[in-house]
């Protein structure tokens, strides 16, 4: 079946832009995650939703990152005013349920602030 | 807060040679043990994991962990390496309280004919 996927797959704006990232889960799947992966940083977590529960910011960097999920399916990232340490790729992915359940990857979305 | 450490950011080997790589975790409370592996260009996917009973874990590809509790380690291992086994490799932790899973930095394993 269809897998995690993400776009855009490639983002270039400029520092002060807003931008905003998509993440499709897997269907049926009530866990989303993002994650942001720097060089040499391994995987930093940073929101986490489950089912219609409040999501889990506490990974959040600053107030200008945001994210939503509509419907329990379908999630956005939004970054508002980039800055150039906002420069990374940004991964989604999603279980059917909570944590041990495995966690399945999309492809990220590469974003670079000029 | 929980931890992981990978202390080696780069392994080289030939192939069929076997490989350790290297994971630690911070707390002693119960846990639960992955590790994830990114081929080039491609998404991370599960390699194996730990969530209770035998300390040995297999996994895919001839993979396998083993679970340390006393010195809260998680080293992955092969026998015999091979090509395509050229990756990053992401150990991660989450402990029974929470659902989030904290990553390791990764280890690069360049696999040389």
């Known amino acids: 079946g269809a897998g995690v996927s993400q776009s855009p797959s490639n983002k270039v704006t400029e520092k002060g832009k807003d931008v905003e990232l998509r993440c499709d889960p897997i269907?049926?799947?009530?866990?989303l995650y993002w994650y942001r992966q720097s060089l040499g940083q391994g995987l930093e977590f940073l929101i986490y939703?489950?089912?219609?529960?409040?999501?889990?910011k506490s990974g959040l960097p600053s107030d200008r990152f945001s994210a939503e999920r509509t419907g329990g399916s379908v999630s956005t990232l939004t970054i508002q005013r980039t800055q150039q340490e906002d420069s990374a790729v940004y991964l989604c992915?999603?279980?059917?349920?909570?944590?041990?359940?495995?966690?399945?990857f999309g492809p990220g979305t590469r974003l670079l602030v000029l | 807060a929980q931890s992981v450490t990978q202390l080696d950011s780069q392994v080289p080997v030939f192939e069929e040679a076997p490989v350790e790589l290297r994971c630690n975790y911070s707390?002693?409370?119960?846990?639960?043990l992955f590790w994830y592996v990114q081929y080039p260009n491609q998404g991370l996917q599960l390699l194996l994991k730990?969530?209770?009973?035998?300390?040995l874990v297999k996994g895919i590809n001839g993979f396998e962990a083993e679970f340390n509790k006393s010195q809260t380690s998680f080293h992955l291992r092969k026998p015999s390496v091979h090509i395509s086994d050229t990756a990053e490799y992401f150990c991660?932790?989450?402990?029974?309280?929470?659902?989030?899973?904290?990553f390791g930095t990764g280890t690069r394993l360049q696999v040389f004919p």
């Open positions: 992915a999603s279980s059917l349920v909570r944590v041990p359940e495995t966690q399945y």
């Open positions: 269907s049926g799947h009530t866990a």
């Open positions: 939703f489950q089912g219609n529960s409040a999501p889990d």
């Open positions: 707390s002693s409370v119960s846990v639960y």
């Open positions: 730990y969530l209770s009973g035998s300390t």
């Open positions: 991660a932790v989450s402990d029974r309280n929470t659902d989030k899973l904290i």
